[in-house]
C-alpha cells in the first residue's frame, strides 16, 4: 500500500511539473510573439515615417526648383511659387500699403541667415507683383520692436554681438529701394540696450511701436502681423 501511495505522489508530481513547464513555455511564446509583433509593428512605423518625410522632402525640392523673386530676393523664403492663369486677380490700380510689425529675431543657430521676418515680407511683396501690382503702388512700412531690433543693426554692432557680418544688409537696401520705410521702437531700445547709433542710417525712430501702429492703421494700411 505504501508503495501504491508513493507511486500515485510521484506521478502527481511529475504531471505538476510538466504542467508548470508548459505554462512558463506558454508565456515565453506568447512574450516572443508579442516582441515579434512589436518589432514588425515598429518597422512598419519607421518605414510609413522615412517615406513620408522622403515625400515632403521631395516636395519642397520640388517646390524650391520652381521659386520665383518678380522684385526682391531675400534669400530663399522669400521666393514664390506660380500660378498658371489665376482667376481672381486684384486691382492694379488701388495703393497697397502694407504695414508689418517685426518683433522676432532668429534663433542663435540662424543669427548667419536673413531674419526670417524680413525674409516673409519680401515675400509679400513678391506675391503683390506676381499678382500684377506695380511696385510703384506697393507701399511698406516695417515696424520693428523686440529683438528683431538686432536685424536693422550696422555691421559693427552686429560683429560685437555675433561675431559676423549681418546678412541683413542687402535684403533691407533692396526694400529700402522700392519705397519701405524702417520705423524702430524707442522703447525697445531701451529695454534690449541697444544704442541709436547702433541702428542703420535710414532707420527712423520712434517713441513707441504702439503709436506707429495704430496711427498708420489710421491712415488706412493694412497690418499683416
Known amino acids: 500500500m505504501k508503495k501504491i ?25 506568447a512574450i516572443n510573439f508579442q516582441k515579434d509583433s512589436a ?60 504695414l508689418f510689425e517685426l518683433t522676432a529675431n532668429n534663433p542663435d543657430s540662424a543669427v548667419n541667415e536673413i531674419n526670417y521676418g524680413l525674409a516673409e515680407v519680401a515675400r509679400v511683396i513678391n506675391l503683390h507683383v506676381a499678382s500684377g501690382i506695380p511696385l510703384k503702388k506697393i507701399f511698406p512700412v516695417i515696424v520693428v520692436h523686440a529683438g528683431a531690433l538686432n536685424a536693422i543693426t550696422n555691421n559693427a554692432f552686429y560683429q560685437e554681438r555675433y561675431k559676423m557680418d549681418n546678412p541683413n544688409l542687402k535684403l533691407i537696401d533692396d526694400l529700402r529701394n522700392i519705397g519701405t520705410k524702417f520705423i524702430a521702437c524707442g522703447q ?30 489710421l491712415k488706412g494700411y493694412l497690418k499683416y502681423w
Open 5 to 29: 501511495i508513493l507511486l500515485l505522489f510521484v506521478c502527481l508530481h511529475y504531471m505538476f511539473s510538466f504542467s508548470q513547464s508548459a505554462d512558463i513555455d506558454s508565456a515565453l511564446n
Open 39 to 98: 518589432f514588425r509593428a515598429s518597422m512598419h512605423a519607421d518605414s510609413v515615417r522615412i517615406n513620408k518625410e522622403y515625400k515632403k522632402k521631395a516636395n519642397e525640392a520640388k517646390i524650391r526648383s520652381q521659386l520665383q523673386y518678380p522684385a526682391i530676393n531675400g534669400g530663399e523664403n522669400s521666393g514664390i511659387v506660380p500660378v498658371k492663369d489665376p482667376t481672381e486677380i486684384p486691382d492694379p490700380n488701388l495703393d497697397y500699403k502694407l
Open 188 to 217: 525697445a531700445l531701451a529695454f534690449f540696450d541697444i544704442k541709436r547709433e547702433a541702428l542703420l542710417p535710414t532707420v527712423k525712430v520712434s517713441l513707441t511701436a504702439q503709436t506707429v501702429l495704430s496711427s498708420y492703421r
